[in-house]
């Protein structure tokens, strides 16, 4: 089992940036695609973004061309850097460890998940 914990979060402004941060415990990290996730109040948990163990990367719609997903295997660590943010980026976001080395997008196919960051961007 590996355990995520996530950082980063906070309350910024619309047009603003920030950098989430997952660090993981276990060898095998860089075995297995990473992903983030995220969950409004009131909404199911949706996919933003993932990398696999080559480093290949896939985005939701909504967030592409501002959020870039990348992960350091030297330090266990994958990252969220978000820009442009706008308030309905609004949500709890969670780091989660894929069962595979290619990424998915469903939350059935990944098998550990941290403990969640609030990200709140105000208008």
Same mark, same amino acid.
């Given at each position: 089992?590996?355990?995520?914990?996530? !950082?980063g979060g906070g309350l910024v402004q619309a047009?603003?940036? +920030? @950098?989430?941060?997952?660090?993981?415990?276990? *060898?095998?990290? %860089?075995?297995?695609?990473?992903?983030?996730?995220?969950? #409004?109040?009131?909404?199911?948990r949706e996919f933003v973004a993932a990398i696999?163990?080559?480093? !290949?990367?896939?985005?939701?719609?909504?967030?592409?061309? @501002?959020?870039? /997903? %990348? *992960?350091?295997? #030297?330090?266990?660590?994958?990252? +969220?850097?978000?820009? !442009?943010?706008?308030?309905?980026?609004?949500?709890?976001?969670?780091?989660?460890?894929?069962?595979? %080395?290619?990424?998915? /997008?469903?939350?059935?196919?990944?098998?550990s998940w941290g403990q969640g960051t609030q990200?709140?961007?105000?208008?």
């Amino acid at each position: 089992q590996v355990q995520l914990d996530e !950082s980063g979060g906070g309350l910024v402004q619309a047009g603003d940036s +920030l @950098r989430l941060s997952c660090s993981a415990s276990g *060898r095998t990290f %860089s075995n297995y695609a990473m992903g983030w996730f995220r969950q #409004a109040p009131g909404k199911e948990r949706e996919f933003v973004a993932a990398i696999g163990w080559s480093l !290949s990367t896939f985005y939701a719609d909504s967030v592409e061309g @501002r959020f870039t /997903i %990348s *992960r350091d295997n #030297a330090k266990n660590t994958v990252y +969220l850097q978000m820009n !442009s943010l706008k308030p309905e980026d609004t949500a709890v976001y969670y780091c989660a460890k894929c069962k595979y %080395s290619g990424f998915r /997008i469903r939350t059935a196919d990944y098998d550990s998940w941290g403990q969640g960051t609030q990200v709140t961007v105000s208008s």
